[in-house]
């Protein structure tokens, strides 16, 4: 068990936060703000990804949907990879342990890549703008794509006013996430409101 301690430490009661290496910082600096965006969509992503796996087992007729359950087990991956961002954003550049870190690159990019094309053919999507809410999983997969595109924004200050320019194969990721995701609600919308036989 836990102790009360190890969760409440009460080190940062001033406003402040530290970084992996330490260093301490007012809690509404740029990189707090951009680790607790990544956070927040994470943990959007996780809703949706509960919401597709429950979706994916059981239905009222005792039959669920591979299809949905196949985009829990893709929002996962996703999510461990946006763990990767966020010990990157927390680790300073010259930091011994920044060489550790499992850095987003080319292929994490590719397989979003591959992922939205993938949908895309098993998905209609007209050409007028799309007002989200079409069904509860695809709402909650559109709120996850606007944390996103905040994310990005938060990424993109952060190697512009910063010169974090080490973060910019992850601000690409987050780019080719916030489009996947249009994608997966679009295709999750569907296969959600797909009427019993």
Do not use: H, W
């Not at 929002?75 to 763990?83: D, E, F």
């Not at 990721?173 to 009427?195: C, H, I, Q, T, W």
């Amino acid at each position: 068990m836990i102790e009360f301690d190890k969760v409440t430490t009460r080190g940062g009661d001033r406003g402040e936060s530290s970084l992996a290496n330490g260093e301490r910082r007012r809690k509404d600096d740029l990189l707090f703000e951009l680790m607790g965006t990544i956070d927040e969509l994470s943990s959007f992503l996780g809703v949706a990804r509960a919401g597709c796996a429950a979706a994916g087992t059981a239905s009222p007729r005792g039959a669920g949907s591979p299809e949905l359950r196949e985009v829990a087990g893709l929002i996962g991956g996703i999510q461990q990879t946006l763990l990767s961002v966020g010990a990157q954003v927390a680790t300073p550049l010259g930091d011994p342990n920044y060489a550790r870190l499992r850095l987003v690159g080319a292929e994490e990019i590719e397989l979003l890549e591959q992922a939205e094309v993938r949908y895309l053919s098993r998905t209609q999507i007209g050409e007028r703008f799309v007002l989200p809410g079409d069904s509860p999983l695809s709402a909650q997969l559109d709120v996850a794509r606007a944390v996103c595109r905040r994310a990005e924004r938060c990424i993109v200050t952060c190697i512009r006013d910063r010169s974090m320019g080490e973060l910019i194969p992850s601000q690409q990721y987050l780019n080719r996430l916030s489009d996947l995701l249009f994608v997966l609600a679009r295709f999750v919308g569907a296969n959600e409101a797909k009427p019993l036989d």
